[in-house]
């Protein structure tokens, strides 16, 4: 942490102090809003530079003292939602699922939703990664770039009993990944017998490109089994360093604005906040890195007159840069669940779950891979051509489309289908000028009837999983969907009902919409964006790990690309990306 002493003023003086003398060796002034998962590792790898200066503003508070974050045992993790470091969210009613509301848990304290999340450390899939390059038209971003990025990220260790290979994974990485070995035989002699006699298979590592298979999937936790997160791993080891601050308790407002130049590209001198006391002050950097993560990033943007004008000018904010794709494309990958209660003495407990990961002619028959086929065909509103393009050829490419996530629940045998690819898109806008109010979540889940009919059929086959001879001395009665949920349509009206979060919403800020392959938002000099919003289209993956790699790539982006590159921006070279 800054010393409480941190003084303002002064500090101001020694930025211009410091952006007056710019030599060879370039002094550079980075602000980034939010210390979560990718911001603290942008900001850790920035400040290897010792003429880089980075100021680090984090809402939350530093969340050292929480044990329930240490911790990642059930009840532990179970007490981060609505809990002081969750922001709380709320969706809009699921118009396509009951009506619910869905709580929608971020992490607001440093580390970010690192600090709060199930730990899962999964590296996606290279056909997800190279379409960013391919389809999404950024140049740079694809499997080679981004997996060697995930690397840097990553410690791997290797656990007795337990498959892995090594080459797959990062071993210099500040975050630590661990598998356990799992307790009982559950998975070992139930489960993984039962996906390869249902036409699964087994995975002995899922990191390579091909998540295909069931694995007992790492964490990012310690070897003692405790969280291993960005304000742990990345920071904390660095808290020395002169030339990273982070201030905690510190909720940004908006970026501020100087004059403009060079064909009109928006130059920011930094931003505005409110520090530990509430006081409202600003602090002023050569660039602004926003990680304010899929909600978080929009609501700054929008809240600073970048976005589309008939959502800014209601609320009296002028616009800086009319971007209409701010806030919009957002994606979320709902789940549903299969829960049958154990046997009595069944021993099945520990941090350690399955993944189970299926492309669609595993999932489906002919029959029914003729019908998603033809579902895939429509796009919901909202979905740009080039994202449904880009999806109908994963499809087509029986690409990984459902995961089956194995919990270690002491009473219950449970799985959670989750859609990995889903094609529905909603939207996170303001609706108010005050920071401090929620944006208004509209996250469309099922929307597209493709989505239903996959997650609806994932459903029925864990109970396939659930019922194979291998798996039945190990449960008693199915508790969800229940014996009364045979039908098509009555799996299908289970989903609906019963529809969940995997808390992973992404793509509001998208490469090639929002920002361009240097994550510079289009239309501004200086302002970048490095979190999970940038992300075009869901991995058939849990995204920290792409996460903390897209921190890891933009740090080297950054740190390679001189001040003269800010000043000669024009609003043209967003094009030379954008076909
Ligand atoms: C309950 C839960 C379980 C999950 N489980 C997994 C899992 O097992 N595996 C996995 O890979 N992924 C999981 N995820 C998803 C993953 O954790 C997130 O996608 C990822 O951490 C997001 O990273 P980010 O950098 O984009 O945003 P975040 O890590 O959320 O960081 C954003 C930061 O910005 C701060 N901020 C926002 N606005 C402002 C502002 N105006 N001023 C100052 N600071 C601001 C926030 O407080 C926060 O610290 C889970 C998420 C949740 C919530
Ligand atoms: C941040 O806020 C929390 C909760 O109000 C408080 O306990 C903590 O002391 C504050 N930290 C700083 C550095 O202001
Ligand atoms: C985590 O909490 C559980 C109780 O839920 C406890 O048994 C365990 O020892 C704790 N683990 C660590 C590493 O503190
Ligand atoms: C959602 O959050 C509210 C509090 O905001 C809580 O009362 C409710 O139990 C939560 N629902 C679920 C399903 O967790
Ligand atoms: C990925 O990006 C890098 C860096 O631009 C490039 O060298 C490489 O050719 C790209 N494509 C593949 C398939 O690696
Ligand atoms: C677990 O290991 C980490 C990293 O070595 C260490 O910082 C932490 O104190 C350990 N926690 C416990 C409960 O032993
Ligand atoms: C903070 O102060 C500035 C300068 O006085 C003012 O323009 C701005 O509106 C204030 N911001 C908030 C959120 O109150
Ligand atoms: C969504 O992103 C695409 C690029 O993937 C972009 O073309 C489109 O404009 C965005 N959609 C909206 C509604 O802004
Ligand atoms: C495919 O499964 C459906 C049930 O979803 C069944 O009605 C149909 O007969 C099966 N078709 C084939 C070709 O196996
Ligand atoms: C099955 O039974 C449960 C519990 O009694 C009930 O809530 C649900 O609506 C029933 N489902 C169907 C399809 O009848
Ligand atoms: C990027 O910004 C320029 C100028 O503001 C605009 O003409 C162009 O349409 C923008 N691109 C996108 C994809 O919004
Ligand atoms: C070894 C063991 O834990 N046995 C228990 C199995 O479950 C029955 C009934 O629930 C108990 O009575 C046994 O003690």
Known sequence: MAPSSFHHTLFTASILLLSSCLSAAEKITY????????????????????????????????????????NLTGPSIQALPGSSVDYNYHSEPLKFAANQVANMTRGKVLGGSSAVNGALFTHPSKSDLDAWESDFGAAGWNWTTLSAAIDSAEHFSTTARLASTESFHGSNGP????????????????????????GGKESTDQSGGDPTGIWYSPKAMFPNSTRSYSANSYYLPNAGRSNLQVHVNSTVSRIVWGQSQNGGAAVATGVEYFDADGKNTTVNGDRVILSGGAFGTPQILELSGIGNPDILKPLGISTVVNLPAVGENLSEQPTS?????????????????????????????????DKAHELIQTAPPGLSDTAHKALIKLFESDAPIIEFMGFP??????????????MSRGSSHIVSTDVKQ?????LALFQSPFDLYILTKATARARRFATQDSVKPFVAAEIAPGANVTSDEQFETF????????????????????????LRV????????????IIPMQPAAHPSALIYGIGEHAATLLKAAPLSDDQNQHVRRFFEIHV
């Open 175 to 198: 975050i630590f990944v661990t598998q356990r070995t799992p307790t009982g035989d559950v998975w070992t002699k139930g489960v993984i017998p039962a996906v390869v006699a249902t």
């Open 337 to 369: 669940r299969y829960i049958a209660a154990l046997a009595p003495n069944i021993s099945n407990a520990g941090v350690q779950l399955t993944l189970n990961f299926e492309s669609p002619r595993n999932l489906l028959n002919s029959t029914e891979w």
């Open 31 to 70: 602000v980034v809003v939010g210390g979560g998962t990718a911001g603290l590792a942008v900001a850790t790898r920035l400040s290897e530079n010792a003429d880089n200066t980075v100021i680090v503003l984090e809402a939350g508070s530093d969340g050292f003292d929480n044990t329930n974050i240490k």
């Open 522 to 533: 289009n239309g501004t000099a200086n302002v970048f964006v490095v979190d999970g919003s």
């Open 495 to 518: 989903v609906k009902n019963s529809v969940g979060l995997s808390y992973h919403p992404l793509g509001t800020a998208a490469l090639g919409s929002v920002v361009n392959k240097d």
């Open 409 to 422: 629940n002491p009473a219950n045998l449970v799985f959670l289908p989750i859609l990995l690819h889903p």
């Open 438 to 442: 929620a944006p208004k979540f509209d």
